[in-house]
C-alpha cells in the first residue's frame, strides 16, 4: 500500500470543494422535531456494513485532490447493490413506525408513500437495489424476504410500489420535486440518503475550521479500487468520532459511508455498495405500471391526510452537524455553539412542558414506551428535565418547555442548558 498523504485540510481547501457540490443540489435542511420521537426518526440515516478486501497500491494523493476529485466526478449512470446498517441504540423501529404512522391503510393511506415507508430504515440492516441514468431517472428497491419496495423516478413521473400490500403511490410534475434529484441518487423524499455518495456530500458540508480531513490508506469495496478518506471533528463534546469515505480511485464515486461514534465500539451508520456497474442501466429500469388490483394514492391525497393530522408528519433526514445553523433565526429557535457541537436550544409553543408520560392522547403508548426506553432524568442550573439518547443524536428536554438537540454528549447538553439560565 503506497503511504498517502494524511495532511489536514480545513478551512478554504475544503469549501472551495464541497462548494462545487453545492451548486448541484439544494442545501439540505436540518429540521428538529419537538416530539423526540420525530428526532430520532428524522436523524437516522441509512448505512451499510462491508468488509474491506484488500490495500491495493495506488498513486499518493492529497486529501484536498481527493475531496476535488469526489465534487469533480461527473458519474451519471450506474447500478448496484446497497447493504445499510444502522445502529443507534434503540429499539427498532419497525413497529413503532407503523403505529406512528399509520402506514397500513386503516385511515385511507398507503403503506407505499415514501414518507412513512422509508421510516422503517431508521434501524437494523437493510439491502438495497439501486439505478441510475442521469437526474431524472433513478430507482431504488428495498429488498426483503418475501417483498420488495421500490421507488422509481422516470422524467416528471414518481411511482413508488409495496409488493407485501400491492399498493402504489403516484407523484406527477410539481409534486415530484420533493424527491431527489441528484445525480446517482435514487428517488426519494429530500434529505433521505440512499446512496455512499449522498452520505458523502452531506458530510463533506461539514469540512471547515471545525473539521479535520484526511486520506488515510486504501481499500477495495464492490471490487474496485479505492482511497479512504478521514473526517474527524476536531471540538470536544460530539458524539461522531469519525467519518470514513472509500472513493472510488478511478471516477471518484464514494463506494462506502461509515460513521464512527466518539463513545467507540460499532459503527452508527455502515453504507456502502456489495457489488456496482457504471454503465447504462436498461430503460426497463425506470418503468412502472400498477399490477393489476393495487390500490393506487395519489400524492394530492396523501399530502392533504397528512395536513389533516390523521398520518405522520413528514420526517425529513438532517444535513450535516453545521445545518443546525440554519435553524439560527427561526422563531423559538436558537443556536449554541458552531460545527460539529453546535446545539438547537428550541421553546416549546407557548412555553409549555413537552409531554413525558401519555395523558389526553398527546403521546401514543408505543411512542411513550419508544421514549422511555432511551431516557435519563437529569438536573442542573436550568432545573430539571430529561435527556433522550442514543449514540448519535441526544435531546435535552427540561421540564420548563425547552428542547436542546445535537449531534453532541448527554453533559455538552446538560452545560448548554445550564450556560443558558
Same mark, same amino acid.
Given at each position: 500500500?503506497?503511504?498517502?498523504?494524511?495532511? =489536514?485540510?480545513?478551512?478554504?481547501?475544503?469549501?472551495?470543494?464541497?462548494?462545487?457540490?453545492?451548486?448541484?443540489?439544494?442545501?439540505?435542511?436540518?429540521?428538529?422535531?419537538?416530539?423526540?420521537?420525530?428526532?430520532?426518526?428524522?436523524?437516522?440515516?441509512?448505512?451499510?456494513?462491508?468488509?474491506? %478486501?484488500?490495500?491495493?497500491?495506488?498513486?499518493? &494523493?492529497?486529501?484536498?485532490?481527493?475531496?476535488?476529485?469526489?465534487?469533480?466526478?461527473?458519474?451519471?449512470?450506474?447500478?448496484?447493490?446497497?447493504?445499510?446498517?444502522?445502529?443507534?441504540?434503540?429499539?427498532?423501529?419497525?413497529?413503532?413506525?407503523?403505529?406512528?404512522?399509520?402506514?397500513?391503510?386503516?385511515?385511507?393511506?398507503?403503506?407505499?408513500?415514501?414518507?412513512?415507508?422509508? *421510516? =422503517?430504515?431508521?434501524?437494523?440492516?437493510?439491502?438495497?437495489?439501486?439505478?441510475?441514468?442521469?437526474? $431524472? #431517472?433513478?430507482?431504488?428497491?428495498?429488498?426483503?424476504?418475501?417483498?420488495?419496495? %421500490?421507488?422509481?423516478?422516470?422524467?416528471?413521473?414518481?411511482?413508488?410500489?409495496?409488493?407485501?400490500?400491492?399498493?402504489?403511490?403516484?407523484?406527477?410534475?410539481?409534486?415530484?420535486?420533493?424527491?431527489?434529484?441528484?445525480?446517482?441518487?435514487?428517488?426519494?423524499?429530500?434529505?433521505?440518503?440512499?446512496?455512499?455518495?449522498?452520505?458523502?456530500?452531506?458530510?463533506?458540508?461539514?469540512?471547515?475550521?471545525?473539521?479535520?480531513?484526511?486520506?488515510?490508506?486504501?481499500?477495495?469495496?464492490?471490487?474496485?479500487?479505492?482511497?479512504?478518506?478521514?473526517? #474527524?471533528?476536531?471540538?470536544?463534546?460530539?458524539?461522531?468520532?469519525?467519518?470514513? &469515505?472509500?472513493?472510488?480511485?478511478?471516477?471518484?464515486?464514494?463506494?462506502?459511508?461509515?460513521?464512527?461514534?466518539?463513545? !467507540?465500539?460499532?459503527?452508527?451508520?455502515?453504507?456502502?455498495? *456489495?457489488?456496482?456497474?457504471?454503465?447504462?442501466?436498461?430503460?426497463?429500469?425506470?418503468?412502472? *405500471?400498477?399490477?393489476?388490483?393495487?390500490?393506487? *394514492?395519489?400524492?394530492?391525497?396523501?399530502?392533504?391526510?397528512?395536513?389533516?393530522?390523521?398520518?405522520?408528519?413528514?420526517?425529513?433526514?438532517?444535513?450535516?452537524?453545521?445545518?443546525?445553523?440554519?435553524?439560527?433565526? !427561526?422563531?423559538?429557535?436558537?443556536?449554541?455553539? =458552531?460545527?460539529? %457541537?453546535?446545539?438547537?436550544? &428550541?421553546?416549546?409553543?407557548?412555553?409549555?412542558?413537552?409531554?413525558?408520560?401519555?395523558?389526553?392522547? $398527546?403521546?401514543?403508548?408505543?411512542?411513550?414506551?419508544?421514549?422511555?426506553?432511551?431516557?435519563? #432524568?437529569?438536573?442542573?442550573?436550568?432545573?430539571?428535565?430529561?435527556?433522550?439518547?442514543?449514540?448519535?443524536?441526544?435531546?435535552?428536554?427540561?421540564?420548563?418547555?425547552?428542547?436542546?438537540?445535537?449531534?453532541?454528549?448527554?453533559?455538552?447538553?446538560?452545560?448548554?442548558?445550564?450556560?443558558?439560565?
Amino acid at each position: 500500500m503506497a503511504p498517502n498523504d494524511s495532511a =489536514e485540510t480545513t478551512g478554504n481547501a475544503a469549501d472551495e470543494a464541497t462548494g462545487t457540490m453545492a451548486g448541484r443540489r439544494r442545501a439540505a435542511r436540518y429540521v428538529v422535531p419537538v416530539a423526540v420521537a420525530g428526532v430520532a426518526a428524522a436523524t437516522i440515516g441509512l448505512v451499510p456494513a462491508l468488509a474491506d %478486501s484488500g490495500d491495493p497500491d495506488l498513486p499518493k &494523493i492529497t486529501a484536498q485532490q481527493l475531496i476535488e476529485k469526489i465534487a469533480a466526478s461527473d458519474t451519471e449512470q450506474l447500478s448496484g447493490t446497497v447493504k445499510i446498517s444502522t445502529d443507534l441504540g434503540i429499539p427498532s423501529l419497525g413497529g413503532l413506525a407503523g403505529s406512528l404512522a399509520q402506514g397500513d391503510g386503516a385511515h385511507g393511506g398507503s403503506s407505499a408513500d415514501p414518507q412513512e415507508k422509508l *421510516t =422503517e430504515l431508521a434501524s437494523g440492516t437493510h439491502t438495497l437495489r439501486v439505478a441510475a441514468d442521469g437526474p $431524472d #431517472k433513478q430507482r431504488v428497491s428495498i429488498l426483503d424476504s418475501a417483498a420488495e419496495y %421500490s421507488v422509481i423516478r422516470n422524467g416528471d413521473q414518481v411511482w413508488a410500489y409495496d409488493s407485501k400490500s400491492n399498493e402504489a403511490y403516484h407523484a406527477t410534475g410539481d409534486k415530484a420535486s420533493g424527491h431527489a434529484e441528484k445525480r446517482g441518487e435514487a428517488a426519494v423524499p429530500d434529505g433521505v440518503p440512499t446512496t455512499p455518495k449522498a452520505f458523502a456530500e452531506e458530510a463533506l458540508r461539514t469540512a471547515g475550521p471545525t473539521t479535520s480531513v484526511t486520506v488515510d490508506g486504501t481499500a477495495q469495496v464492490a471490487g474496485r479500487d479505492a482511497y479512504k478518506l478521514v473526517i #474527524k471533528p476536531k471540538q470536544g463534546g460530539s458524539t461522531i468520532g469519525a467519518i470514513t &469515505i472509500a472513493v472510488d480511485a478511478k471516477n471518484g464515486v464514494p463506494l462506502k459511508f461509515t460513521l464512527s461514534p466518539s463513545s !467507540g465500539g460499532k459503527a452508527v451508520i455502515d453504507a456502502g455498495f *456489495t457489488g456496482v456497474d457504471f454503465a447504462k442501466p436498461a430503460g426497463s429500469s425506470f418503468s412502472f *405500471t400498477p399490477p393489476k388490483g393495487a390500490k393506487v *394514492t395519489e400524492a394530492d391525497d396523501a399530502k392533504a391526510q397528512r395536513q389533516a393530522g390523521k398520518q405522520a408528519p413528514e420526517f425529513k433526514m438532517p444535513g450535516a452537524p453545521a445545518g443546525l445553523d440554519g435553524l439560527a433565526g !427561526g422563531k423559538g429557535v436558537k443556536v449554541i455553539g =458552531e460545527g460539529w %457541537s453546535a446545539i438547537a436550544e &428550541i421553546e416549546a409553543p407557548g412555553g409549555r412542558a413537552v409531554p413525558t408520560s401519555p395523558k389526553s392522547g $398527546d403521546v401514543p403508548p408505543a411512542a411513550q414506551q419508544f421514549l422511555d426506553s432511551f431516557g435519563d #432524568k437529569v438536573t442542573g442550573k436550568f432545573g430539571s428535565g430529561t435527556v433522550f439518547k442514543t449514540r448519535l443524536v441526544n435531546a435535552l428536554m427540561t421540564d420548563d418547555g425547552k428542547v436542546y438537540v445535537g449531534l453532541v454528549t448527554k453533559d455538552a447538553l446538560v452545560r448548554a442548558a445550564n450556560s443558558a439560565n
